[in-house]
T-cell receptor, first 114, second 113 residues
Framework: DAGVIQSPRHEVTEMGQEVTLRCKPI?????LFWYRQTMMRGLELLIY????????DSGMPEDRFSAKMPNASFSTLKIQPSEPRDSAVYFC????????????FGQGTRLTVV | QKEVEQDPGPLSVPEGAIVSLNCTYS??????FMWYRQYSRKGPELLMY????GNKEDGRFTAQVDKSSKYISLFIRDSQPSDSATYLC?????????????FGPGTRLSVLP
């Protein structure tokens, strides 16, 4: 398996534009997590899905953020409209629950909103 | 109080030194304890994990968990420049919905040759 795959690796966009980040989890994993990482706040959990169902979205900063998982092999995180304070590295991770397991991370998407 | 706290760092040590990295937590329901290593501009990668209290050793790395004190540690023996990275502790509990991972803020480690 190629691991968790995120795209794009880098995104530069203008304030107000819509941004969509994509994630393909590891095949067979049934939990998917979106994290945001900044120097000031570290790694923050935004939302996590279990069996494609959003379980905890309390970390989603505001209504401008939305996430979907239409099937077991794909998830998106959308920001609309984007703002400069959204600039961060966004990580997707997946795991297999119900066993002693670990979350495997993608390489991240570095988002810059200017 | 944050759910997981970690020594702030940054930490600089000479090559060959023993490094001790620590985290404390407040949620007694955490059962799984992990250490992730993150190199610059990369995603975190799992280094070690343990279940409940005890020690686990893997080469130069030893993880310790003391659930009674809500304290976990990672020791690196004979540290190498290649160990220079940010180390994040992580914890999870299993609930009816699966697992939820909570990360510490990370400690930046520099091992100087």
């Amino acid at each position: 398996d190629a691991g968790v795959i995120q795209s794009p690796r880098h995104e530069v966009t203008e304030m107000g534009q819509e941004v969509t980040l994509r994630c393909k989890p590891i095949s067979g994993h049934n939990s998917l997590f979106w994290y945001r990482q900044t120097m000031m706040r570290g790694l923050e959990l935004l939302i996590y899905f279990n069996n494609n169902v959003p379980i905890d979205d309390s970390g989603m900063p505001e209504d401008r953020f939305s996430a979907k998982m239409p099937n077991a092999s794909f998830s998106t995180l959308k920001i609309q409209p984007s703002e400069p304070r959204d600039s961060a590295v966004y990580f997707c991770a997946s795991s297999f629950d119900r066993v002693v397991s670990e979350a495997f991370f993608g390489q991240g998407t570095r988002l810059t909103v200017v | 109080q944050k759910e997981v706290e970690q020594d702030p760092g940054p930490l600089s040590v000479p090559e060959g030194a023993i490094v001790s990295l620590n985290c404390t937590y407040s949620n007694s329901a955490f059962q799984y304890f992990m250490w992730y290593r993150q190199y610059s501009r990369k995603g975190p990668e799992l280094l070690m994990y343990t279940y409940s209290s005890g020690n686990k050793e893997d080469g130069r790395f030893t993880a310790q968990v003391d659930k009674s004190s809500k304290y976990i540690s990672l020791f690196i023996r004979d540290s190498q420049p290649s160990d220079s990275a940010t180390y994040l502790c992580a914890m999870s509990e299993e609930n009816n919905y699966g697992q939820n991972f909570v990360f510490g803020p990370g400690t930046r480690l520099s091992v100087l040759p």
